[in-house]
């Protein structure tokens, strides 16, 4: 998933679409969704390693990435329901070791579900300690309308370019 500025879509896809290109994946599925800002990416490329090349393109050329704002590897979608989300992050859970904390993220656009209903429907099922401010891992849920996409990710997986510019 990635975002951008708003009307400036078209420009981000051309953009990511550049960089997919350079590591290989000459046909991507980039969509630019009905929610102003955001677009959805299909590679076959590793998520991590797209966020890999991102991260070296910034810091040799940071005027190269000039409408992507953030990029977030979603590594499941799912059907907008805490049963379907629950499900999807319990295929990724083993990620976590026994001792990992984690915290639960909820970005939502479009959708009247309950956020506390996500969290407990996940909370009951990952077992690990839940830490919301010194965690290891972060369930992120990015409900879409009537699609989530899930993932397990460190807070490093996660590229933010203005981040990225800052530290440079």
Not at 86 to 102: F, I, N, S, W
Request: hydrophobic share 40%; net charge negative.
């Amino acid at each position: 998933m990635v975002t951008c500025a708003r009307h400036f879509e078209g420009e981000t896809r051309e953009e990511i679409g550049a960089i997919l290109e350079e590591l290989g994946d000459s046909d991507p599925q980039i969509t630019i969704t009905e929610m102003s800002g955001i677009l959805t990416v299909k590679t076959s490329i590793d998520p991590n390693d797209v966020i890999k090349k991102i991260h070296e393109k910034i810091e040799d050329e940071p005027w190269a990435m000039r409408y992507t704002l953030r990029a977030i590897p979603i590594f499941a979608t799912v059907p907008t329901d805490a049963e379907s989300i629950a499900g999807a992050v319990m295929e990724q859970a083993h990620k976590l070791r026994p001792e990992d904390t984690y915290r639960i993220t909820i970005e939502k656009r479009h959708s009247d579900i309950s956020s506390s209903q996500i969290i407990t429907r996940i909370a009951d099922q990952v077992k690990n300690k839940v830490s919301l401010e010194k965690y290891d891992w972060i369930i992120l849920v990015q409900v879409v309308g009537k699609i989530s996409g899930v993932s397990i990710l460190k807070d490093s997986d996660i590229l933010s370019v203005e981040k990225e510019k800052r530290i440079i």
